[in-house]
């Protein structure tokens, strides 16, 4: 099954590892992988842009079908292998609409996450202002904020209660990637309680990006 799957993927990428550890969950290990370099515009290569015409990672096939937008990919595995490996999607209608919610909310994060850390990247030299910076911090600030609430305010350990699920395999990467870039362990208790029991998750584990492995993180997000 795994044969017939081809990622094409950036180390560090949100969108990138949460397919990896869908993969992972469902034990469909053993698919055609490619690791490209985002540094050296490898994303933009013939070899992406046939699979994905935007330009962009994760680039993802399953036998002829193509999908790219990454929480698609995960929505896709579970339901064509929803008997294999581990059921991501709870049968509880509580627990259920919790795991949408929460999925659905990834993107409003990982936006105001990148207004913040890619702000000198996406915002030319002339054009940027301390406001535009101060009022970004605030809103990623609020929206850190939210997250330790509801992980407060849930019992069980997972994003979605008691069941490791799709919420977890999507929000997890984002949330990693707020440590990576030096979000306070201490100013967010139930967030770093949640991201280092999750660490140790074997379908994590397998899938940790490489260039985390071998790179010290940055400070960016300190005073968060």
């Known amino acids: 099954m795994a ?9 560090g990428s949100p969108p990138c590892w949460r397919i990896m550890i869908a993969l992972e969950e469902k034990n469909l290990q053993g698919y055609n992988q490619k690791l490209l370099s985002f540094e ?5 290569s013939k070899e992406v842009m046939e699979i994905n015409p935007r330009g962009q990672l994760p680039a993802f096939k399953c036998g002829d079908k193509i ?29 259920q609409a919790l795991m949408f919610q929460r999925v659905f909310e990834v993107n409003t994060f990982g936006d105001k996450m990148g207004n913040v850390i890619y702000y000198n990247w996406k915002v030319p030299e002339g054009e940027r202002h ?11 600030t609020a929206e850190v904020k939210l997250w330790e609430g509801y992980l407060q305010k849930t019992s069980g350990g997972f994003l979605a209660g008691k069941n490791f699920s799709l919420a ?20 967010y208790p139930k967030l770093t309680e949640y991201y280092k029991n999750l660490m140790n998750r074997p379908s994590i584990k397998a899938t940790w990006p490489p260039t985390w492995k071998e790179t010290p993180g940055q400070d960016i997000l300190k005073d968060i």
């Open 67 to 95: 999908i790219n937008e990454s929480c698609g990919v995960c929505f896709f595995l579970e339901s064509k292998y929803k008997s294999q490996g581990t059921k991501l999607i709870p049968d509880c209608d509580a627990e």
């Open 40 to 44: 050296k515009g490898e994303h933009k």
């Open 168 to 187: 977890d395999v999507i929000v997890f990467p984002a949330i990693a990637y707020l440590y990576r870039f030096g979000l306070s362990e201490e100013r």
């Open 3 to 11: 044969k017939d799957m081809t990622l094409l993927w950036g180390s």
């Open 130 to 140: 301390d406001s535009a910076i101060k009022r970004n911090k605030e809103a990623l």
